[in-house]
Structures are given as C-alpha cells and as structure tokens.
C-alpha cells in the first residue's frame, strides 16, 4: 500500500475557509486537490457559528461605516487597506454563498433588504446576514454537499497533519513548502501528502485554554505548523473570550450569540441588577472584550460562578423564531429563555493573531498559504468585530483561489518524499504524561494569561511552559505519535507564543488587558507583536521530528 499522495493543490483544513476554496478551485478546471479534515469533515468552528457574516447590504449602510467600525473595534492594529480590500469584497462573497445554495433567513419587512440582517456588537448598522441562529452550520452543509462528491476533490476525514514538508528541511535548495507529513487516526500510520500548492485553513487556538466555545479540534496546529517551518507569526496575545456562554456543567461551553443582546437582552447580576452601565456608553451593545471583562469583574468582584442574560422581556414567538437553536438547548437543560434569564460565563473564543498573510494568502514560505482564523491577515488588529471572521474566510478563500490558480501552471511536482521515520520510536508506557500536560497547560493559560493578565503571571506562564515543551519534546521523540500527542505539542507552542507575544506588549490595547499597563496604548503608536522562528535545517532522516 502507497503512503505518497499527490495532489496539485493541498488544502488542510474542511471549515468555511478550506471547502470554500477547495470548491473554487474544483469548478475552476482540471486542478486535482486534496482536503484534510482532523475528525468529520463538517467539525471545527464554521459549524457551531451561530450569529452570522457581516457585510454592507443595506442602502442605508455603507462601506465606509463597516470599515470604520472594524477600526474602531481593532484598537489602532488593523491594517487599513486590508479593512478595505475585505468590507469591498462583502456584498460578492454572500452573494456567491447564495448561488452556492446557502440558505439566509428571509426578511418580513416588505420594504427592506431581502434577507434579514441583525446588528451586533461593535457595528453601527444592522448588517449581519444569517440563517436563523445556525449560521455556520448553513454554510458548512452547503459546502460540504457541494464538494463531497466532486470529481476533482479528494476528502480525507480523521487525518490529521503534523507537520509541513519544506525545502529547507529536506536539504532541498530553494526553499518552498512540498506538502505535509499527515497522520491517519484510523490505521495509526503516517502519510506522505505532496503538493505543489498547501493551505493552512486549519483555524483557531480556543482548546489552549480551559474554558472555550471552540470545538476539539481548535488546537491551533496550523499555527504550530507554521512556526515551525519558519513563518512568522503575529498579534497571538490577542485572544478573545467570548462573554456569554452558558454556564452548566453538561453544556460544554455551548454560545449565546450575541446577537440576543442585539435584540435587547440585558446582563444581570445574580440579584437580577443590570450593570453595564457601569463599564460602558453603549452598554450590552459594547464591545466583545469590554462586556467579557465586566462579566469577569463582576463575577470576582461578587464571588460569583456567573452573570445572567434576560431576554424574556421580547416576545415568545419572536425570540423562538430567530433564536430556535439557543431556545432548544437553554431547555435542554432547564432555562426557558422566554420565561427566565440564563446563566453565562466568558469562554476563549476567537484567535486574532496566526500566521502572517498578505491579501492573497500568502505566507513567508513559498509554496504555502492560509486563510481563515489560523491567520493574521491585519483585518481584526487587536480585537475582532463580531461576525467579521466568517466574511474572512470567504474573502481570503477567494483571493487564494486566484493566484493559486495563476501560479499553479508555473510550478513543478515536488520530487519523491522521504517516508515519515519511526524506526527509533516504540509504543508509549506513559499516556498520562500527555493527558496531564493537556490539563496542565489550560488550566494555567486560564488562570495566568486569560481575560485580566499581569507581567508576574505572564512570566510565571512562560517559565512552566518552557518546562512542559522540554518534557513534549522528549515525549514526542521517543514514542509514536498519538492524535492527542500530536496536539498536545501544538498547543505547548501555542501557548509559549501567546505568551510571548503579551510579554513583548507594555500596553493594554484591545483584547490584551495587563494590570501593569492598565492604561490603553495610544492608537498612533500602535505595533503588531511579531514573532520569527528560525528552524533548523535537516536531514530528510526523521527531518519532521527535529523541533520543539
Ligand atoms: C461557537 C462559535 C460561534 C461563532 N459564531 C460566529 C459568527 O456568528 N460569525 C462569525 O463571523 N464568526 C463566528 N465564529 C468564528 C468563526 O466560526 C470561525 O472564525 C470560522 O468558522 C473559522 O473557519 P476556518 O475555516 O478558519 O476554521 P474551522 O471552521 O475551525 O475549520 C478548521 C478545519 O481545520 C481542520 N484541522 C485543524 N487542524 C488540522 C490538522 N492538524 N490536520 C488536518 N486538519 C486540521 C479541522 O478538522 C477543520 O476541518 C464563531 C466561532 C465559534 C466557535
């Protein structure tokens, strides 16, 4: 049986960002393309996405005001031509996820957009498309329908890549990426993917953490992939916490979308106290990272598990309507969120920073891309405006799709891969080594680098994951590799530059609060935190195994 596998284009990745370029690019001609996904091609964030994509549909909005407003939100670090480039792009990209067959909620308003549009937090005009309160999971069956059984499109379902095949680790000269070392869950072994073209559509990083809405395979492994051949990485202290997601024990972080508090729920204490009054002017409306950090403060202020979300002031048939979902599963477990507020607490949600792209995707390795939330591509800048990362992937899929598709002819086939080495690894004795760090790392990136962070814990953060990645190290070279080994490494590199990156930081800005600069920076001195690895160069021999 062959482990090589050769494809024009590799796309890691099966969320909003990888199927809708893979798509592009199977309609666009013969090109042939592979596509990875780490569990069920439809699991990662897309899916689970509730509120929906913004974008300027309205006569009264404007281009102008969505850019603004994402400005504003980013706090002085968003890249201002590539606000641009994206809000321009908007009004095509949810028109070409309608012709696809995504199906948005119609208006009722006979003299209104067509769709409906709800407002959310951070935006000064209703512009958020979406399809009931399952957004993602429209967008994600739509494309998979679409791309499931085209005859262009290789889907490969519980593969997950470990790391990127690159020139320089090869010993090849002119450095580009070739393709991926992938492992396949269900045989345990290890494939030799081969590319002339790979994408990083892996997405985010919220499993760094304790607490997230993010799902299992958010463990930022595109990001580790990346670092680890060499690109440069960006703007990684920006995490953001989701500030309402339920609060019980069997939910698993499940969202709240802001979109209730677009419609008018209000955040109340224990007692039933409003108190966003006290943080901000636009109250529940404000940002993501102001709301999360006056739910937090309330909750340590108070000693109190949660804050609680009313709604039950609109009507039933309203709130059921457009929130049929969240209703569903508040009752599941015992909220009727017509009748009762519902408990919430903050959760990591969003990583604004990644890998560093330009507009077209394109990394610093030749060869490789990547959109999505596995990257930074200066749209969010420190903080991200709700509903803005959906637009992304959409966006950014598209503009990869072009020059992909212009540069593809011009490249050669990699040559022959070395096979992945495991002739000096045995079976592990010791799986709770990995089960212990998973646990150790998010809990102490939640207590010492979450919502509130200060330079004492920071360093205390990073003396233990310098410890823990030496430990992962020595683990990962001696024993063969495990879906939950392979992801523990990421998520220790992870978080050393989540770390690292809010070290570098002397300010409060955006998502980023530190009670030693409790002060937020000033916007005209505004700099990215950007980080560069310097990868060793190998031999082929167990070349994918030699780095941290
Ligand atoms: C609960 C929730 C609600 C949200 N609501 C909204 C919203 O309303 N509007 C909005 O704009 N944004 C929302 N977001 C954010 C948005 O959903 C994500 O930013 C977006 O879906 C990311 O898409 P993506 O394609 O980059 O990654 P994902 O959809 O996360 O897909 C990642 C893919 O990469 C694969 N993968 C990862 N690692 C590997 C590996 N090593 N090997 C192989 N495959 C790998 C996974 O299997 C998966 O297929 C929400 C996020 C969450 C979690």
Not at 381 to 387: D, F, K, L, T
């Amino acid at each position: 049986m062959s482990y090589q596998y050769q494809h024009d284009v590799l796309i890691i990745g099966s969320g909003a960002s990888g199927l809708s370029l893979a798509l592009e690019l199977a309609e666009s001609g013969s090109i042939r393309i592979a596509v990875l996904s780490k569990a069920a091609i439809s699991e990662g964030a897309t899916f689970y996405a509730q509120g929906g994509i913004s974008a300027v549909l309205d006569t009264q909005d404007s281009i102008e005001s969505h850019v603004q407003d994402t400005l504003q939100v980013g706090a002085g670090l968003c890249d201002p031509e590539i606000v641009k480039f994206v809000v321009e792009n908007g009004k095509e990209s949810i028109r070409w996820l309608i012709d696809i067959g995504v199906n948005f909620t119609r208006s009722t308003n006979p003299d209104g957009y067509e769709y409906h549009l709800h407002q959310e937090g951070g935006h000064s005009h209703r512009r958020i498309i979406h399809s009931a309160d399952s957004t993602g999971k429209a967008i994600e069956s739509t494309l998979e329908s679409r791309v499931r059984n085209h005859a262009n499109i290789d889907l490969y379902e519980c593969h997950t890549s470990v790391d990127l095949i690159t020139g320089n680790k090869l010993g090849i000269p002119g450095n580009r990426c070739l393709g991926a070392y992938v492992y396949d869950q269900q045989s345990g072994s290890v494939k030799v993917f081969s590319a002339k073209t790979t994408v990083l559509a892996t997405g985010g990083a919220g499993k760094v953490y304790l607490y997230t809405s993010n799902p299992d395979i958010c463990t930022g492994d595109g990001i580790a992939m990346a670092w680890r051949a060499g690109c440069r990485i960006a703007n990684m202290e920006f995490i953001q916490f989701h500030p309402t997601c339920l609060y019980h024990p069997e939910a698993k972080s499940f969202l709240i979308s802001e979109a209730l508090r677009g419609e008018g729920a209000r955040l109340l204490r224990p007692d039933g106290t409003t108190f966003m009054q006290r943080y901000d002017a636009r109250e529940e409306l404000a940002p993501r990272d102001v709301v999360a950090r006056a739910i937090d403060h309330e909750m340590k202020r108070l000693g109190a598990d949660c804050m609680f979300l009313d709604i039950s002031h609109r009507s039933s048939d309203f709130i059921i309507e457009h929130f049929p979902a969240i209703y569903a599963r508040c009752l599941q477990h015992g909220f009727d969120i017509t009748k009762e507020p519902v408990p919430v607490v903050p959760a990591a949600h969003y990583t604004c920073g990644g890998v560093m792209i330009d507009r077209y995707g394109r990394t610093d390795l030749p060869g490789l891309y990547a959109i999505g939330e596995v990257t930074c591509s200066g749209l969010h800048g420190a903080n991200r405006m709700a509903s803005n990362s959906l637009l992304e992937c959409v966006v950014f899929a598209h503009s990869a799709y072009k020059d992909i598709k212009k540069s593809l002819s011009t490249i050669t086939a990699p040559p022959e891969l070395p096979a992945w080495d495991e002739t000096m690894v045995t079976d592990s004795d010791e799986d709770v080594v990995v089960a212990h760090n998973w646990d150790e790392i998010r809990r102490f990136m939640w207590d010492y680098v979450g919502i509130v962070r200060s330079n004492k814990r920071l360093k205390r953060a990073q003396n233990r994951i310098r410890l823990l990645q030496g430990e992962i190290h020595e683990y990962y070279s001696h024993f063969r590799l495990t879906n939950d080994l392979i992801e523990l490494r990421n998520i220790a590199v992870v978080a050393s530059l989540i770390i690292d990156c809010a070290l570098m930081r002397t300010e409060s800005r955006g998502l980023h609060y530190s009670l030693d600069y409790p002060m937020q920076g000033v916007t005209d001195t505004a700099k990215n935190s950007v980080l560069q690895s310097f990868p060793v160069d190998n031999s082929p021999a167990r070349a994918a195994r030699q780095q941290p």
